[in-house]
């Protein structure tokens, strides 16, 4: 196979981790030819080390696709405000892109994406890792075969923790806006996304036109002091008429491994974060599998390179994410503020020096709300808030939170 020669944008943070996923296919599928960080001082260890062996380094990443324009594709791993401007900024100088997610913040930036793409004629993968795993690349081809008829419900539990730490670490974290620019950042926007884009990535496999919201209602909250939703109910009904529900918080005691279930006419299917999943049928049968340890960053960086070089499907092409942009803004005008859950309802602990939120009977609430496929306020939380379910039908921008 060719090497494919590769730039990337942002080396910290969660830059890192394609950092290494880079290395770790360094001389075998990839080579890395330039990086970019705007901070030499705060990555020097790392900016030394690459370049003393020729990789190229910049602070400005326009200046690294001018002078690097042989690059088979470029990595864009900043923060999320960035995404759309750069992509699309680079897909105009001709180049492919694996773009971290979410690709975009707004319904106006995703659709902005897409036009460039279809301009410019590049190709442009998001790098939602969680569509890369064998468990749920098996299970999709039973869903487009149909195995598992057609599909009623498909419910997606988020339940992590994250101390106050976890929003110390740049100037973005749990905002909505920053510096005019939409962040949303949140378990829909951020660490949940995987979660309900395989939802809705279920739901298109399903039938084509069957993952693209059509209303949405939403109960968003946050226990952390932060501008930002870190606890969410949403309901999805899309255009094939499937139910979508999203059960999300970073409030939970314990880290969870995140799950979605199916129901669907001949079977009931069980998919895990950690790469496995298992199928009950009607006729008694159940069939599991378990994709094992695998590095689903690595695999997008070889689904990238074999798309490129070899024509094969891309596990997460910039279209298919849209109807996760279209659903994230759904949910956000339809809760039109995120709540506040009320300090007697809450547990702040410090636990080895960090300060954690808990929301007391999270697990329980989120548990009877799935069972149930209801929003929080309908079984009666006590600090549940009523909303009103929104209509998606040519919805073409996001305007909320900005001052007038």
């Avoid at 798309?307 to 039109?336: D, M, W």
Wanted: with cysteine; glycine share 8%; charged share 25%.
């Amino acid at each position: 196979m060719k090497i494919a020669k590769v730039g990337l944008i942002g080396i910290s943070g969660f830059g890192s981790i394609h950092l290494r996923s880079i290395e770790q296919l360094q001389g075998k599928m990839v080579d890395l030819k330039a990086i970019v960080a705007t901070s030499y001082e705060k990555n020097k260890e790392v900016i030394d080390r690459l370049t003393s062996r020729g990789v190229e380094y910049y602070q400005d990443y326009r200046l690294m696709l001018e002078n690097h324009k042989d690059l088979d594709f470029v990595a864009i791993s900043t923060p999320i405000h960035l995404h759309a401007p750069m992509a699309i900024d680079a897909m105009k100088r001709g180049f492919n892109v694996l773009l971290e997610k979410p690709p975009a913040v707004t319904i106006q930036d995703i659709d902005a994406i897409i036009e460039t793409k279809r301009k410019t004629n590049r190709v442009c993968s998001v790098n939602f890792q969680n569509t890369s795993g064998k468990a749920f690349r098996k299970l999709l081809e039973y869903i487009k075969e149909g195995r598992l008829g057609r599909i009623k419900s498909i419910v997606g539990v988020g339940r992590w923790k994250r101390d106050e730490s976890y929003y110390q670490r740049n100037a973005w974290a749990g905002k909505l806006v920053v510096d005019g620019n939409y962040v949303l950042d949140g378990t829909i926007n951020n660490p949940l996304a995987h979660l309900l884009n395989n939802e809705l990535i279920i739901a298109e496999t399903a039938q084509p036109g069957g993952g693209v919201p059509a209303h949405v209602q939403a109960e968003l909250y946050h226990g952390h002091k932060i501008e930002g939703e870190d606890t969410a109910c949403v309901r999805i009904i899309t255009h094939g008429g499937t139910e979508v529900y999203f059960y999300s918080t970073l409030c939970n005691r314990d880290e969870e491994s995140p799950f979605i279930i199916i129901e669907a006419e001949k079977a009931k299917a069980n998919w895990w974060f950690s790469n496995r999943f298992k199928i009950e049928y009607c006729d008694g049968s159940v069939e599991e599998f378990d994709g094992g340890k695998e590095d689903l960053f690595v695999n997008m960086y070889v689904n990238m390179v074999e798309h490129l070089f070899e024509g094969k499907q891309l596990y997460c092409p910039l279209e298919i994410t849209r109807n996760f942009v279209l659903a994230s803004n759904g949910a956000f005008e339809s809760s039109k503020r995120i709540f506040d859950i009320p300090d007697e309802y809450l547990e702040i602990n410090s636990e080895n020096g960090k300060i954690c939120t808990y929301i007391k009977n999270i697990k329980e609430i989120i548990d009877e709300a799935a069972e149930s496929k209801k929003l929080f306020s309908e079984i009666g939380v006590p600090w549940g808030k009523e909303t009103e379910p929104f209509d998606l039908t040519n919805y073409k921008k996001f305007n909320m939170f900005r001052e007038k």
